[in-house]
């Protein structure tokens, strides 16, 4: 599976932003995807994972801001950001790897085995 992640740029905080990844080489609907975070001199860190089946998850920081979807027919993955914080600013990477149908989707880095190149998001005071 090739990823590649766009939408990320300089945003003031209260901004919102949309980023997309676009997956190819794979059929995309057997896959979960994920998006991470990395704050520079921070380890990598999970943000938000949609299933097969559409189920999500959060890191609690964003939840109620973030949104995560799919379209299967256009293998897109989505994050819709609302009231970007300044903390909110690092690289973002969106992954995917192959779930069995019904399983939740993952939350740690180590799960997943295929990587876009990530996007910059910066969110000014």
């Known amino acids: 599976v090739q990823l590649q992640a766009f939408g990320g740029g300089l945003v003031q905080a209260g901004g919102s932003l949309r980023l997309s990844c676009a997956a190819s080489?794979?059929?995309?609907?057997?896959?979960?995807m994920g998006w991470f975070r990395q704050a520079p001199g921070k380890e990598r860190e999970f943000v938000a994972a949609?299933?097969?089946?559409?189920?999500?998850s959060y890191v609690d920081s964003v939840k109620g801001r973030f949104t995560i979807s799919r379209d299967n027919a256009k293998n897109t993955v989505y994050l819709q950001m609302t009231y970007l914080k300044p903390e909110d600013t690092a690289v973002y990477y969106c992954?995917?790897?192959?779930?069995?149908?019904?399983?939740?989707?993952?939350?740690?880095?180590?799960?997943?085995?295929?990587w876009g190149q990530g996007t910059q998001v910066t969110v000014s005071s």
């Open positions: 992954a995917a790897d192959y779930l069995i149908y019904g399983r939740s989707p993952y939350r740690t880095p180590s799960e997943y085995e295929y």
């Open positions: 080489g794979r059929t995309f609907s057997n896959y979960v």
């Open positions: 949609i299933s097969r089946s559409g189920s999500t």
